[in-house]
Every structure is written in C-alpha cells, then in structure tokens.
C-alpha cells in the first residue's frame, strides 16, 4: 500500500485530509514541520508528503526538501491559501492545491502524483 505523510498545522483540516485518504492508502498525520521530519525518518517508505505552506517552525518548502532527502522518490503535494501569489524560487513540488479545495480535488491531485492505491 503506498503511503502518505500528511503535514499541516490546522489539526482539523490534518484530520480530513487524511479522512478522504485513509482506506485507500496508508496515512501518518502530523502537525508540524518537526514532527513530519520525525515520523519520515521512521518511515520505510513515503511516497507522497501532503504539506501546509505556511506552518510555524518550518515553512512546506523546507520540510518538502528535508524529506525527499530521506525518501528521494517521494513526490510532493503544497497546500496553500496565497493561490497564485506563492511563487518560491526553488519550488519543492510536484503539485499544488488552492485552498478551499474538496475532497475529489484532493484524491485526483494524489491520485495523479502516485498513482491509484
């Protein structure tokens, strides 16, 4: 089963994300930066980080690429509220998703970065 690691500080929003996903695939929650980054590098496999941009402590740009040091393969979803006006210069994702997005947008983005379960 492919496996995604969820990070966003909203504990809520964490919790649904990782409500449309579980079943399909297997899902670790975290709620920060520091605490993705520890759960990736006790984790065989991470295919897929789902990631806030703008988290306290460390921003979805920086975790992106601290794990894929660990998982190299791994692909990489920013969530973000700023829309079109997030440009990074070293951008670390394979895909973004505007907020407010639904639970179909969320699948069909992760769907399309990893494949079906």
């Given at each position: 089963m492919?496996?995604?690691?969820i990070?966003?500080?909203?504990?809520?929003?964490?919790?649904?994300?990782?409500?449309?996903?579980?079943?399909?695939?297997?899902?670790?929650v975290t709620?920060?930066?520091?605490e993705?980054?520890?759960?990736?590098?006790?984790?065989?496999?991470?295919?897929?980080?789902?990631?806030?941009?703008?988290?306290p402590?460390?921003d979805?740009?920086?975790?992106a690429?601290?794990?894929?040091?660990?998982?190299?393969?791994?692909?990489?979803?920013?969530l973000?509220?700023?829309?079109d006006?997030?440009?990074?210069?070293d951008?670390?994702?394979d895909?973004?998703?505007?907020?407010?997005?639904?639970p179909?947008?969320?699948?069909?983005?992760v769907s399309?970065?990893?494949g079906?379960?």
């Open positions: 492919k496996h995604i690691l990070a966003d500080d909203s504990v809520s929003l964490a919790h649904a994300l990782a409500a449309c996903l579980i079943g399909t695939y297997a899902v670790t709620h920060d930066g520091p993705a980054l520890a759960q990736a590098s006790s984790l065989p496999i991470c295919d897929l980080l789902v990631t806030d941009y703008l988290m402590g460390m979805g740009a920086e975790l690429c601290r794990v894929r040091a660990l998982h190299p393969r791994a692909k990489v979803l920013l973000t509220g700023l829309g006006e997030l440009e990074l210069t951008d670390p994702a895909a973004r998703l505007n907020k407010p997005f639904g179909a947008e969320l699948r069909a983005a399309q970065l990893i079906p379960p």
